[in-house]
């Protein structure tokens, strides 16, 4: 069964800096494409970034140049890092993969973005 358990939301001035963690349970990361997403009230959810088995990365445009998703397979764990962050950002977060032919996501974490 698959587990993806999200943490390090909060709230966070505009400008500020917030890191997100997913632990995955089993051997996911690593062999599986990993994500974050985020939905806002009112909006679709979206991708943020993705980190594909070999390492490489996409980005939102719209984070871009602000936003690092990374991992640690000796932790099972998936990252995000948010730099130089907007109200814009303020949304629930959400740890994603897709393993053995199902989507798997985990239950949020909030972000708010304000002053």
């Known amino acids: 069964q698959v587990q993806l358990v999200e943490s390090g939301g909060g709230l966070v001035e505009p400008g500020g800096s917030l890191r997100l963690s997913c632990v995955t349970s089993?051997?996911?990361?690593?062999?599986?494409?990993m994500a974050w997403h985020r939905q806002a009230p009112g909006k679709q959810r979206e991708l943020v970034a993705r980190?594909?088995?070999?390492?490489?990365?996409d980005y939102a445009d719209s984070v871009k140049g602000r936003f690092t998703i990374s991992g640690d397979i000796n932790k099972s764990t998936v990252y995000l890092q948010m730099n130089s962050l907007k109200p814009e950002d303020t949304a629930t977060y959400y740890c994603?993969?897709?393993?053995?032919?199902?989507?798997?996501w985990g239950q949020g974490t909030q972000v708010t973005v304000s002053s």
């Open positions: 980190i594909n088995p070999g390492g490489s990365t």
């Open positions: 089993g051997r996911i990361f690593g062999t599986n494409i």
């Open positions: 994603y993969t897709f393993h053995r032919g199902r989507a798997h």
